[in-house]
């Protein structure tokens, strides 16, 4: 088994989490764009085909947030709703309707 864990700060997850013995967490610092890239270069590592690099991610990352006050309106969600942990089904409906409509060319 294969497994990523992230966290914000180095060695944060050692005060919490004893059963990851093994486990290198990468951390993020809170920061998207390395968010993003960790999880990136995660994927490529474990997957086929190997993902695009990180720059395009974050160029869609930051169109599909500029668009999501938009996108969360349209359903009926104000944006703040989507980024709280119990919105996060209704934040991946609307994000996987947005990369749908990228995918079509429709957007």
Not at 4 to 24: C, F, I, M, N, W
Not at 29 to 45: K, P, Q, T
Not at 55 to 77: I, K, M, V
Request: glycine fraction near 8%; charge should be neutral.
């Amino acid at each position: 088994m294969r497994l990523l864990v992230l966290e914000a700060e180095p060695s944060r997850h050692q005060k919490t989490v004893s059963d990851l013995a093994g486990v290198d967490p990468k951390a993020h610092g809170h920061s998207d764009e390395r968010l993003i890239g960790c999880v990136r270069d995660f994927l490529a590592g474990h997957a086929n085909p190997r993902p695009v690099g990180s720059t395009p991610l974050r160029a869609s990352y930051n169109e599909f947030r500029a668009e999501l006050p938009d996108l969360a309106a349209a359903q009926g969600f104000a944006p703040a709703e989507l980024e709280r942990p119990e919105g996060f089904t209704d934040w991946y409906a609307v994000a996987a309707a947005w990369l749908r409509r990228k995918a079509s060319g429709q957007g």
